[in-house]
């Protein structure tokens, strides 16, 4: 079985500021996948995840996300979302690629809250501490901010799992690239750093 990326984005709810809710964690309420084999998608996979913990949404939540309760009501259970992961990632040699760790995190917690073995087998990936690491960051950079760096745009809206999924895929591909560039740039000789022309003209 030839090795797959997988790109995976979670978006969670989230307490009101203004609200103290006690024993509250974030629970995914979208998800967002892209599977990719040989440089190529092999599928995509979209769908709002219903919260048992606190079903109702926030409205800090629903302001910050631009997502309505009515929609979240109509999702999947979590159970389902990790069914399906389970049975996508079959493999260790599978590489389970998200921007930030967040949503390993919370994929985590959501599971044993629920009961649910964690379905990915892949090594996980951050590619936001790749992308740190690269260009020399001091701080981590937001996604779309990440991709605004490059001159290149998101794909579709912020915020929304699949798009950020896809946009995590296509800012994967830039930093490989360059990655590939850094690779085969040969090292640079005295020759090239000094312009002996000048010196010459210096020196009559």
Sequence with gaps: MNERLFFIDFEFSMPDASLNRKGFFPEIIEAGIVVVEQDAIVKKYSSYVIPSAFPK??????????ISQSQVDRGVPLKEVVELLDEMNQTKKDRIITWGNMDMRVLKKNCEEAGLAFPLQGVCIDLSMEYKRFFGDKNQTGLWKAVAEYGKEGTGRHHRALDDALTTYHIYNLIEKD??????????????????????????
């Excluded at 949404?57 to 631009?66: D, N």
């Excluded at 590939?180 to 210096?202: H, W």
């Design 179 to 204: 990655k590939g560039y850094m690779e085969k740039a040969e090292p640079t000789t005295i020759g090239d750093r000094v312009d002996f022309s000048k010196l010459f003209n210096q020196m009559a």
């Design 57 to 66: 949404l926030t409205e800090r939540c629903k302001r910050f996300l631009k």
